[in-house]
C-alpha cells in the first residue's frame, strides 16, 4: 500500500497535532503490516481529511459486516 493513502479530499492540518499524527502515520511507510493494519492505517489517514466522517461510517459497517457472520 502507498502511504499516505490518496485521499478523497485535502487533507486538514488546523493544529500542530494533526501535523504530529500525519507524520506518526508516515512512519508506516518503513514498516511491513498486514492487510488488516493497512485498512487501519487508511481508515487513521483519513480522520485527517475535511470529509472524515463518510470514511468513519464506512470503515463502521464495514466492522459490524465482520461481527454479523
Known amino acids: 500500500m ?4 490518496k485521499n478523497k479530499t ?3 492540518f488546523d493544529n500542530e497535532q ?3 499524527i500525519f507524520n506518526k502515520l508516515s512512519e ?3 514498516a511491513k503490516i498486514g492487510k488488516e493494519q493497512e485498512k487501519l492505517i487508511s481508515f487513521l489517514y483519513s480522520q485527517l481529511e475535511k ?3 463518510d470514511p ?3 470503515y463502521i459497517d ?3 459486516k465482520s461481527f454479523r457472520k
Open 28 to 30: 508506516f511507510r518503513k
Open 2 to 5: 502507498k502511504l499516505p493513502p
Open 10 to 12: 485535502s487533507y486538514v
Open 56 to 58: 468513519l461510517e464506512k
Open 62 to 64: 464495514q466492522l459490524l
Open 18 to 20: 494533526d501535523k504530529r
Open 51 to 53: 470529509n472524515w466522517r
